[in-house]
Structure formats: structure tokens, C-alpha cells
């Protein structure tokens, strides 16, 4: 039964419609904050990876080097790769280090390289917030939060549901294993396209990742553009 807030009056607050209300709340915050920081690169990756490790250290570099290119960095604003992109962005003079972080129950501390800090309750806003807001995505080795943001995008992508934008893999190592499983599994059994498989790029070369995001949209020529 709803609370009851007065003699015959139930506690609307305490049923599924109010929950509606924060969704939209979240979803006005993120866009009228995010909408102000394109263009903007998505990065992902493992929040278990720490400083020294040789994922973080790219991940650093990478950012950086996009930041001084002229884009935003946005990142899920936990440790480890997300940490390392922050820091890379905020290292630079140019591009935005911005965090979309999460609330758990296992509360995600936000990490010290954020200069702008959004939260989020749901999952699934903050996910629509990575993928409208970013002209590109980098994703990094990572667990199942990484494959998740993967294959979502991944499929907006081959599906045609969002514009066209470069999709990178970085650490070929970690992700080859899984590319040879999609074109011995999938492919085999004609449950995706071959085209599908050429979607993402998969490198470790990072002035790579940075020209070819360049050339697909100079940020010179779209800045605060969306």
C-alpha cells in the first residue's frame, strides 16, 4: 500500500510514476551539461588497472594526446583506465576532463583528474549520455562493465542507430582472442554480416587512434557544435 500522506491521500512519491521523474531529471542534468562539451571522445576501460600498469600509462598518453587535439575526455569518473584517462586529459592545456560517474552500492569514489563531475543513478541514462555526447569511442582492456559499453555501442553502430563515428579497440593482445571468437563463432554460423567485423579497429597504435578521429571530425571545425 502507498503511504499515506493525508486522510485519503497516498504518497505519490512512493509509486513507479515518481521514478519516472528522476529519470528525466537525470537525463535534463547530463544533457544540458554534456551538450556544452562537444566535441568529446568516450573512453573506457578496467577500473582495476593502476598507475604503472601498461594500459594505464597508454591510456594517459592517449587521452593527452586527443586532448591536445582539441576534444573533451569523457570517462565513467572511476579508478583505474578512467583514472588514467582523466589524468591524461587534465595533463593537457586544451581538452575538458569530464566524469560520468555511477552511484553503487559499493559507492564509486569519483577520481581526483575530473574538472566536471556528473552522477547518475541509473545505469542506462548514463549510457545514452557516453554514446550522444562523443564524436568517438576508445575502449581499453577492461571487465564486464568494458564488454557491456562495447557491445552496445557496437550494435547502435551496426544496427544504424546512432551517426557513424570510429570505434577503437586498444591492446590488441587482450582483444584478439575475442575478434577470433566473433569471426570463428558468429561469423561461421552467418549470425552476423562480415562487414559487421570491420566496425571496430583494433590497434595499439595510439597517433593511430588520434588521426583517424581527426579526420573524421577536425574538432577545429565543430567545437561546441552538436
Known amino acids: 500500500m502507498p503511504e499515506m500522506t493525508g486522510e485519503f491521500e497516498p504518497d ?3 509509486e513507479e510514476p515518481w ?13 544540458e551539461e554534456l551538450a556544452r562539451m562537444w566535441p568529446s571522445v568516450s573512453m573506457f576501460g ?16 592517449l587521452a593527452r594526446d586527443l586532448a591536445d587535439a ?12 578512467m583514472e588514467a584517462a582523466n589524468r591524461g586529459a587534465r595533463e593537457s592545456s586544451r581538452g575538458m576532463s569530464l566524469g560520468l560517474n555511477i552511484e553503487l552500492p559499493h559507492e564509486q569514489k569519483p577520481n581526483e ?3 566536471k563531475l556528473i552522477s ?11 554514446v550522444k555526447y562523443s564524436c568517438a569511442v576508445v575502449v581499453l582492456p577492461g571487465g564486464l562493465g568494458t564488454l557491456d559499453e562495447f557491445f552496445e555501442i557496437l550494435t547502435l ?9 570510429p570505434l577503437y579497440l586498444v591492446g590488441t593482445p587482450f582483444w584478439q582472442g ?4 566473433l569471426r570463428e563463432a558468429l561469423l561461421t554460423e552467418e549470425n552476423i554480416n562480415p562487414e559487421d567485423l570491420e566496425i571496430a579497429t583494433v590497434t595499439d597504435d595510439l597517433e593511430e587512434v588520434v588521426q583517424g578521429i581527426r579526420k573524421t571530425l577536425p574538432p577545429s571545425e565543430t567545437k561546441g557544435q552538436r
Open 70 to 81: 582539441g576534444y573533451n575526455i569523457i570517462t565513467g569518473g572511476g579508478g583505474g583506465i
Open 157 to 165: 553502430l551496426q544496427t544504424h542507430k546512432i551517426p557513424p563515428r
Open 19 to 31: 521514478r519516472i521523474f528522476r529519470i528525466m531529471a537525470e537525463f535534463v542534468e547530463g544533457t
Open 120 to 130: 547518475f543513478r541509473y545505469f542506462f541514462v548514463r549510457k545514452v549520455m557516453f
Open 12 to 14: 505519490f512519491r512512493q
Open 46 to 61: 578496467s577500473a582495476r588497472t593502476g598507475p604503472g600498469r601498461p594500459y594505464y600509462e597508454m591510456a594517459v598518453r
Open 113 to 115: 583528474y575530473i574538472e
Open 178 to 181: 575475442l575478434l577470433d571468437w
